[in-house]
């Protein structure tokens, strides 16, 4: 790809391995080039190793690529951790002399030793600015615009006055003071070209989705901290504030849901987000919004379970728990995205999807996405379509009585809100007749069970769940979700530049199941593919239930994503199966 | 959205509150005296059946909200207290209140009680307390007697009663009071105070089950009731309620200990919808917000 570029930056969480990654994101975003981050950091809070990766591009960025072309090492576990990625032709930059390791030979690697701490310490006195130091030496050996990086320095520092804004200007030019004057350049690697600035916003994952909900109209967050879900309540609640909505913090998930599940009643739009412990949690209130048709949108930023698990890493093991979670039948909608602008527009379809349908919508996101940044371009507010539910107005006709289940041909019915004259019912957990009254007889069960799935019946028509790339009839078609979709779209560009016939289907909707874009996408491909990060293929145990494919699976469950080249080496293989009629 | 909850012109009589639907509750039942309770403080306050929401869970006493002509909302068990409170910080305008059992409140609801009345969310919590789980035919519950037989302890509990009242002070709701469901008319007094109390307001109404319960009858506690309002003027005085609270369970070790009923606590605080509106306007919250200029917050 013409002038993609990818640093990783590598050290010890608190070292300022994150924020360094983010200066130089923001500093790309106003040159106007592409950019996408990846970063991946432990569940301590003081210490253990911590990455920061930025990818830069003249060309739209699909994925977090698949290693670096340029490594930053802060500390010797950073460079130990890494250097088996040390090929030939890669860069790295590392602390010394005075750092606290010294690199093996690595034949091929271009190495510039910059004296981080020693500068920090001896010249600018203050180790803290080490960063910032080996932010410069980049910045110089590969040309990034030293205004644009000291512009998001300054403003993120301003808040605490000049002063510091000087310190840390301070320590980028003695970063590249020492470039300049002890290093040659080596290595081909260069800062795409900039381009005019964009008219773009910088979201990370969960930030896409807080701003998502507020644009869906959102006015009632309640949550229990949990990682990596927390940060999506922590944007929301000054936010929520200003359109005059409140973010609750509730004594557990359970009461959380319940918050919302009386908000949904009491007719304002609600969401809670959590991961896989708290999803778990609200098993039983989802299917208590579900009985009583109330729309209700719960983010499930997906980590490595079970239990406990990894709770700062990656994994998509929770789609059965979506899916499936909750006693009885319980008709919900499972949607999930795959990067950071579709978490924003995503929330919003959840939104309008569970206003529309009267049902809980569960939004799929994970560890990764949730502090994956982008630079997107800024949303345009009056062309977004909200949709609202449909509220009885009321009727003071004599003998009129608002049924509040109402039988109808899609299986909506109208919503009655407290405050309106006419529309008063009582909700029940308990099966329940037209008019909301308790009843348990054949007919108005077997009715009742009917209306509620006919609302997500026709779904899959309805809303366009899936998008579709690649050849007609390609030789290798690949299903994905998720996150995954990022990287398998980049994988399949690589594939087609190779000459081989693949295609790729990416469904939004995981449940109800796309199932006849999943039948005609694999009648037009040989064989189908689906990698997913976890162990038992669920996304492909899906397909093999509802519909007649077979798909083979691919799996990663190491709490990191996929990379596009692994995608790449399992499609040739089973390409060149394909051509050998195996 | 500003609704007029209570309002004098509104002048439905106690009947008028009741739904349609006739209660499927046994005969002699003290849940329907609680009923009537609420209608009369809901008669006599004039409340508005349209801009009032009754929540309940699961268990015999809590189908009252599906007897009555309000909004209303039969959850899961044990969680009408997050479902009320989401509602009321979603809509701090309506009338909420809160109908459900001991077993519901006390055990597995136990955990959000500490943080609504911590709070002071503006809720009324009505329990009614047959001191068994009804529903699922006699099992003990959190406030059965020690040495009740229970379908799952025939041998008699081994656990201890607690107390929901000096539970409530501690936990600091701002409206702590006890009712008794033989005396209607004062119980309905208790209910509209609640009602009127700007906070979390909590009774607890001994509720007789004549099916599953057969010690903790009316006939037992009868004799037993006495009011507290005579010696206890002053209802801000927490230690006072305290003692006065501590004395419920008395008269299940000693046959001559009687059972108080009344109010035994309230002050007034601010309650949190109150405090949540003042962050509202201290962050200039508006309902046609600049979604434009909220994003560009996030510019490059
Ligand atoms: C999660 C869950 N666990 C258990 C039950 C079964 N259950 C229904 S009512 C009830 C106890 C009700 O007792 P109480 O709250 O005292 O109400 P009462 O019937 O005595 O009025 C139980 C355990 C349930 N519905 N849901
Ligand atoms: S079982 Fe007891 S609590 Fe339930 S309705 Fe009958 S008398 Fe009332």
Redesign the pocket.
Known sequence: MPNDLIIRIAGEGGEGVISSGDFLMQAAARLGVEVVTFKTFPSEIKGGYALSQVRVSEEPILSQGDSFNILVAFNGEAYAVNKKSLTPGTVLVYDYPGGDFEPEEHPGVHKYPVPMSKIAKDVLTSYISKNMVALGAVAELFGIGMESLKSSIHDKFIKKGMEMVETNYKAIDAGADYVRKNLKKTDPFMFPTTRPRKDTIILEGNQAVALGALTAGCRFFSCYPITPATSIANYLTELMLQVNGYVYQAEDEIASIGNCVGASFAGVKTMTATSGPGLDLMS?LIGLAVMAELPLVIVDVQRGGPSTGMPTKHDQSDLFAACFGSHGDTPKIVLASSDVEENFYMTIEAFNLAEQYQTPVILLTDASLAIRVEAIPTPDPSKIKIVNRTVYQGSIEEGEKFQRYKVTESGVSPIGVPGTFGAAYAATGLEHSEDSGPRTNPETRTMMTEKRWRKIANLENEWKPVEREGDSDADVGIISWGLTQSVVKEAVQRLRAKGLKVAALYPKMLWPLPVKAIESFSASVNKVLVPEANYQGQLAELISAKTSVKPVKFNVFRGEPFIPAEIVKKVEELYELEKAGV | MELTVLNNNVQLKPKEYRSTIEPTWCPGCG?FAVTAAICNAFSSLGVNPDNAVLVS??????RLPLWMRSFGFHS???RAVPVAVGMKLSRPELLIAIT??????Y??GGGHLPHAARRNIDLTLIV???Q?????KK?V?PTSREGMKGSLTPFGTLDSPMNPLTLMLTYGATFVAQAFAGNPKVTGDIIKQAIEHKGFSFINII?P?PT?NTIDTFEYYRPRIYSIEDLHADKTDRINAYELAESSLDHTKNPEAKVPVGVFYKVDKPTYDSKVAVLKVKYKGTDTPDLKAIYNRFRA
Do not use: K, P, R, V
């Open positions: 039983e | 849940d869970g699961i268990g015999c006493s809590s899961c068990h044990g459900i059992g001991d077993g519901d409140a055990s597995i009614m307390d047959n068994i789980y009804a529903l699922t099992q519950s509720s089950c599953f």
